[in-house]
């Protein structure tokens, strides 16, 4: 089955301890992203990545990193993570050519 | 920078009545959008898109309208039923690749 599995799908942690979202695709998609969302906000672009080893930032990418060392994977890295991190998180992947986005299932991140 | 203005926010509409959803987007090089809708709880997943060379696009009772002069794109959902109450999002992509997504619009339909 084509899909976007993101793990965890629920996470509580505390400030400053470092933790990665994992994301993984198995449709071979060049285009992946990662999104949080928040009440009123809408989908932020935090990074996405073109291709293997090209990753760029989006609009909201302080406090984050991500990489991109197979074509499936987009891991999502928070070194230290702070309460403003709490959010919903979402891992998208697409072909190149602009067609349909398809999301993961979402993480939902609690920073105490 | 790019940006995708959404409006509204929300919106409530009696069954069987039509919606509509309006989004500007502020990079003229953009040219494929998009709209997802979002049920509580779930993933967005893509209803309906439509490319900058094409100005209006029709499935089944949802069509969109895309006007590249104005840089504005509309969403159209006639005979509405309480099952596309959800959070509709618009978005559009430049030639970077980047997809950029507006605030999203709450449709309630009221039965």
């Known amino acids: 089955e084509a899909q976007v599995t993101q793990n965890p799908r629920y996470l509580i942690t505390v400030t400053g301890k470092k933790l990665t979202v994992t994301c993984s695709q198995n449709m071979n998609h060049e285009y992946m992203s990662w999104y949080r969302q928040d009440p009123g906000l809408g989908l932020r672009q935090i990074y996405y990545?073109?291709?293997?080893?090209?990753?760029d930032k989006g609009d909201v990418p302080e406090g984050y990193k991500v990489s991109r060392k197979e074509k499936r994977n987009f891991p999502l890295i928070l070194e230290s993570p702070s309460p403003n991190q709490t959010s919903l998180y979402f891992c998208?992947?697409?072909?190149?050519?602009?067609?349909?986005?398809?999301f993961g299932p979402g993480t939902r991140l609690t920073v105490l | 920078g790019e940006n995708v203005e959404q409006h509204p926010s929300t919106l409530s509409v009696q069954e069987g009545d039509s919606a509509v959803i309006k989004c500007t987007y502020s990079?003229?090089?953009?040219?494929?959008f998009p709209w997802y809708k979002q049920e509580l709880g779930k993933r967005p997943q893509l209803i309906i898109d439509i490319r900058s060379n094409v100005g209006e696009k029709k499935d089944q009772r949802i069509a969109v309208t895309l006007n590249k002069t104005a840089k504005h794109f509309s969403l159209h959902i006639t005979e509405t039923q309480p099952e596309d109450s959800a959070v509709y999002f618009c978005?559009?992509?430049?030639?970077?690749?980047?997809?950029?997504f507006g605030q999203g619009t709450t449709l309630q339909v009221k039965p």
């Open positions: 978005a559009a992509r430049a030639n970077t690749g980047k997809l950029i």
């Open positions: 990545s073109m291709n293997v080893e090209v990753t």
């Open positions: 990079d003229s090089a953009s040219n494929y």
């Open positions: 998208a992947s697409s072909p190149l050519n602009y067609n349909e986005q398809f």
